[in-house]
């Protein structure tokens, strides 16, 4: 079992940063690979981009590469999503999740965060 916290949403201007993160709990999180996601109010929730186990290989949705980039802290069980130029179109419930193996564009994940909230004004 891992339960995920996120934090770090909030308000924030058209073209500034702000850096999501996800705490897991448990020993074994070297052991899986991180996705984040996002929802937005009346649409499905989508893949933004995901890590490998080690952190060695990481992957995006095209919307979003190039502005965000996710790492990870093995030894702290965290997560990291860091949004630069950030759009009012990333204006979503941001979640992270986690799943055995590989990283996968779908959300067929096993463990789900409760989300945090980013929302780009213009």
């Known amino acids: 079992q891992v339960q995920l916290v996120e934090s770090g949403g909030g308000l924030v201007q058209a073209g500034r940063s702000l850096r999501l993160s996800c705490a897991a709990s448990?020993?074994?999180?070297?052991?899986?690979?991180m996705g984040w996601f996002r929802q937005a109010p009346g649409k499905e929730r989508e893949f933004v981009g995901g890590i490998n186990l080690s952190g060695s290989n990481t992957y995006y949705a095209d919307s979003v590469k190039g502005r965000f980039t996710i790492s990870r802290d093995n030894a702290k069980n965290t997560v990291y999503l860091q949004m630069n130029s950030l759009k009012t179109e990333d204006t979503a419930l941001y979640y992270c999740?986690?799943?055995?193996?590989?990283?996968?564009?779908?959300?067929?994940?096993?463990?789900w965060g409760q989300g945090t909230q980013v929302t780009v004004s213009s």
């Open positions: 999740a986690a799943r055995r193996s590989i990283v996968v564009r779908t959300t067929n994940y096993s463990y």
């Open positions: 448990g020993r074994t999180f070297s052991t899986y690979a």
